[in-house]
């Protein structure tokens, strides 16, 4: 099992071991003690999994404030998604910060992003299914958003604006600035 950093060194890459035979594969993907060694020591305690049925679907930008803050973990099982995490501690020095990466079915890796990021992921295929564990129950009166293409930001995102397809409340979620006056997370 291998983990890999970031450039913000709390959001880490994990590379599942894959065994593959005749009959197809068996593979770990996730093990509190091998996790543990990585830094990733969080009790998770709900699974997330979403169906987005066409290429451009952006999800996000989502998180859940204290003392629902949610660690997450992500695995793709079905096709390929653009994965972003933005640095929204109070006082960090890379706040306003993000770090993206492509996730796939075929690559098998998963991202590790800790309470403190809001997330997002944009498909690139259709029909791409995503899982993730999360370290706080569901708390919808704590969850906050914030704009995919907001300018501050700045997230590349690999595709035209025009395809992009959004929920009602993605689509309209507040400016990053915003949030950043908002009480740390
Ligand atoms: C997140 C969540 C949602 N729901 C219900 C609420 C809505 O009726 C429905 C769809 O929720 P939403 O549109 O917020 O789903 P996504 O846009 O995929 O949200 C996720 O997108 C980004 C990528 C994230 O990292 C978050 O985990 C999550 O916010 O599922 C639940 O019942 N439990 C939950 O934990």
Redesign the pocket.
Known sequence: MKFESLEIPEVKLIFPKKFEDDRGFFSETYNRVTYEKAGINQTFV?D?H?L?RDAGVL??????RPPFA?D?L?SVLRGKIYDVAVDIRAGSPSFGKWVSTIISASDWKQIY?PKGFA???LTLEPDTE?T?K?SN??A?ET?G?ILWNDPTLDIDWPIDESLIIL?Q??ANAPPFNDYANTPAL
Not at 59 to 64: I, K, V
């Open positions: 709900q997330n979403s987005s999800r996000g930008l989502h998180f859940q949610q997450k992500v992003i997330h997002g992921f995503v993730y999360v129950p569901y919808p969850e958003a929920s409340k993605d």
